[in-house]
Structure formats: structure tokens, C-alpha cells
């Protein structure tokens, strides 16, 4: 009899034990950042390997996984992702959102709403929402434990001084349970009002920066703006050219070399799954619809 | 000496499923789980027992009440989890209690800056869907939840009281009886009624 290389969904079951009291007091305090002792994966830093490492924390042989990349689950980190939970665990993967229980996200939320039971994974780059304002962390910790949070306003009163507005479109911070502010990791603005009392837990992992943050269901999840200046989530003024939508986030694609460029929805599930219900849009047929949901 | 009872028959999958229901019973406070426990030693309740072999480690000081504090359950403990038992309930990272007479003044609460380094308290109960109303409210909660239990000690809604007013620091609870465990994490405003 020859013994597994690695155990169940490849980290060993210390590393597991550690990271999933992580998880439990992350959620106790939903929004502030745990330290944890991040492991080294088998893929560098920068490639989601905080998220990877919640995700096998979490991940059991029942569990369906999605991932997605910016919205797509075509890409090479996407797929790269679900493969070695494919291999690691044995779990059956998906591409539709409604059928997973576990996705893991790389800056985007799905656009169909998110149910009571499944579990949102985020990838998080810099878990910090006031390092760029602060560079020491005994500061920053500091900052957290007093809720002064009067530094990040003054970086949005500074944008609307300069700009009119505050400039911010993605990795917007919020304010969670009325006391911790946090980084929703660069997700496009556009899907902040989407972590606001969602059904889902959402689970936050930042690798390389060693920390584990957790927004619960149904909590309180505010996007930071002044009374005169209220948020407002940013998104193209455009429709979806495969499917026509125009209520979700679009990407801005070059589709020629003649400076040919076409919106189109950044969740390729929502909307692959638009076009089979005979949405069309105005570029519906183009080639690059051919490519996606297989 | 006695034959020590077994653990879990295959740690990494019991481990999962355990850790699964224990996370969606402290995002879900109120929420009712049911584990599929080892054969803890009594007095340990095997839900407790399920709690300890899928969180503790040598990583983490584990004390025991004066009612669980009897040398099956300190061998199970240590020989299945590996965890080293702390006599000071103020040194314990996890603590389980049986007794109602709960030192709860005495645990860990975390600092400001660091308010994840707070104990997580195990307490065994007499059972669900019984005896005293508890009504619940904050983050994990759509409105409000409603949880009976029996067995609670009766300061614990006064000393939840005063934990929560500590927060972002604070003691998180773990409820359990038998195999069904429900969570109480800090950030929970629990009233009587």
C-alpha cells in the first residue's frame, strides 16, 4: 500500500488546525485582519495563495468549487486553481454560480446573487485598507484597535478637493459592523453594495501578507463617502455587446487591430448563461462569445 | 490502566466535516449543528470532544474545569491532540467547562491591537430546544434568532452583557450538548426572552 504525497486538499492538518482558528475568530470579529502563518504553495505569492490556503481549510469531498479570475473562470489562474482542488481533494468543479458551494473570487463578486450556505473565497493582494496612507503596521494596528479612522477620510476628502469626486473604482474600503474598516480587496466598486448583508460568508485570504479577515451573513457592510458626496459604484456606460445587459460589470475588450473594442459582461457564467436564455446583444456572434462557458 | 478511547477514525475528513459545521454555527449564531463526534471519554460531551481534535494542537494551552478535569479525558486529550493542559483558565486558548460555576472573568479577551489572541470557551450544556429563551442579534443574524437551552449558568447573560461591551475584544462561546453544538461569537447581543 502506497500512502498519499499529501494529505486531504494538500496542506497538513497543523497547517489546517492553525488556519481554521484563524477562521473562527475572524468571523467572531468580522472585518478585522488575523494574523496567520501563511505557508508557502505550490505557486508563488501574488497568484492566490492566501485564498487557496482558506479555501483547503475549508474545502471537504462534498463541496462543488468554482473559481473565477476577474469574473471569468476561463483563465489560466481560474483554471489552475480548480485543477489542483480537482487533484488535491477530489471535489467536483463548476462554472455555474448557483451550483457551487465554495467560490473562490479573484477581484470580482458573481453576478447572481449569492444564497445562504455557499461560501465566497476572496484572493486579497493587500489586505491593509490604510497601508498606501501609512506604511508601519504598528501604526496601522493602532489605527484599528482606536477606530481612528480619520486618515481614510482625509484621503477621500483629498480626492473630491482635487478631482470633484472621490476617484476610487476598485478596492473601495468599507466600514464592517460599524466598527472595522476594511480592504474588499480589488473588487470593482460596482460590486461593494453586493457584500452588504449578503446571504453568503465571505472569507478573505491574503497570502503573502498573512492575514485572514471574514465578513458573516447579514452584516453590515458600508461603502466610506460624506453625506454630500455619497458613494456611488462606478461601471461603463455601455451594454454587454454578446448579451446585451446592462446591469453588470463589463470589461473593455481590443477585439481587432484596427482599434475595434466591445464591452462585454466580466462574469462570463452570467452571461454565457444570458445568451442560452436568447438575450442577444449588438454584437451578439462575435467570435469571442465562441471561446467562453465551454 | 484503561484502554484509551479512540479518536476520530480518519482525522482529515472527520476534522473537515467538524470544522464546517462549527464555522457555519459561529457565522449562523443560533444555528443548531450536528457533529459526528468521536468517542470522547465522558464526562467530555462528544461534541466537546469533536470541538478539541479538530482545533487543538500543541499550538494551543487547553484547560479544563474542575468536573472535566479527570485523567480520561486529560489522556484522551493528550495523547489525541497533543495539547498541553494549563491549570489557569488566564494561559488557555481553549477552555471547556461541564461545571456550572464558569470563571468566566478569567479568560483570555485579547488586546485592542490584537483581539484574535482571546480564549474560545466550550460549554457543556444539558440540551437544545429546551428551557431558557435566548434572544439573538448582530452579524450572522438576518433580524433576530431565537436559541433554548437548558443548563446555561445563570449569570450568563449578565457576564455576555459585559463581554460584549469589550468588543472588538471578548470570549467567544461554543454551546454544546451531546453531539449538537450552536455558537455565541462575541460580536452577539444575547437578551433573555
Redesign the interface.
Known sequence: MSLPAYSFAYLDEQTKRMIRRALLKAVAIPGYQVPFASREMPLAYGWGTGGMQVTAAVIGPDDVLKVIDQGADDTTNAVSIRRFFALTAGVRTTERTAEATIIQTRHRIPETPLAAGQILVYQVPQPEPLRKLEPRETETRRMHALAEYGLMHVKLYEDIARHGRITLSYDYPVLVNGRHVMAPSPIPSFDNPKMHRSPALQLFGAGREKRIYAVPPYTDVVSLAFEDHPFRPWKAEAACGLCGATETYLDEVVVDDRGGRLFVCSDTDYCAERRKAGHRGAAAGHALAAGEGG | MSALAPGFAD???A???C??R??EA???PGTVVTLAPPPAPPPLAPAAGAVAL????A??PVWLDAALAVPAVLDWLRFHAGCRIVAAPEEA?FAFAADPAVPFDRFQVG??????R?A?VVLQIDAFGAGAALRLEG????RAAGLHVRGLPSCFVAWRAANRAL??RGV?VVLVAGRALAAL???TDVTEG
Open positions: 482525522p482529515p475528513l476534522a473537515q466535516a470544522f464546517r462549527l464555522l459561529m457565522a449562523r479538530t482545533l487543538c494542537d499550538d494551543t486558548a488586546s485592542d491591537e490584537y483581539p484574535d482571546s474560545t452579524p450572522g443574524i438576518e468588543y472588538p467567544d461569537p462575541r460580536s
